[in-house]
């Protein structure tokens, strides 16, 4: 059975933020393993290991979520697009499922800067939701971490 393209469009999320930080230190935030691992996960019940971050059209990255209960999650995907300090998109895929695409805008408004988080298609709306929610704690944490 095939999706169809409206069901496909709100099988997708999009999430919008304003920091009070420069589009370059909001672009590194994203683009720097160090950093990630200090933000990278929906709570603060993870710790962070980005053990692959190839920051090139083509290249690679790893991240894994160490739940403090045992649990690990793994995403990884693949650099498709990056313009320095305006425009982030991967590929996005937990181990044993399928692939995404995430697309991370950055834009500046006087002293601060805008992220629109786009992430899309997902196969259900469970999915989507899940996502959501991770994404929502992630971003959350960007927040602590930009005003360090």
């Not at 230190?25 to 603060?44: C, G, I, L, N, Q």
């Not at 629109?116 to 469970?126: A, C, K, Q, R």
């Amino acid at each position: 059975m095939s999706t169809s393209a409206p069901e496909l469009a709100t099988r997708s999320l999009q999430l919008t933020r304003s920091y009070a930080a420069p589009c370059e230190e909001v672009f590194r935030a994203w683009t720097e393993a160090s950093a990630m691992e200090r933000w990278f996960a929906p709570s603060d019940d993870y710790t962070v290991v980005v053990p692959e971050l190839e920051l090139r059209v083509g290249g690679v990255y790893r991240i894994e979520m160490h739940h403090k209960g045992g649990a690990v999650h793994k995403v990884g995907g693949t650099y498709r697009e990056i313009t320095p300090p305006r425009l982030l998109s991967f590929t996005w895929r937990w181990e044993g499922s399928g692939e995404t695409l995430v697309t991370v805008e950055l834009r500046e408004q006087g002293a601060t800067t805008e992220v629109i988080l786009t992430h899309s298609p997902f196969s259900s709306d469970e999915e989507r939701d899940k996502h959501n929610h991770g994404w929502v704690g992630c971003l959350d944490r960007l927040a602590r971490y930009l005003a360090r």
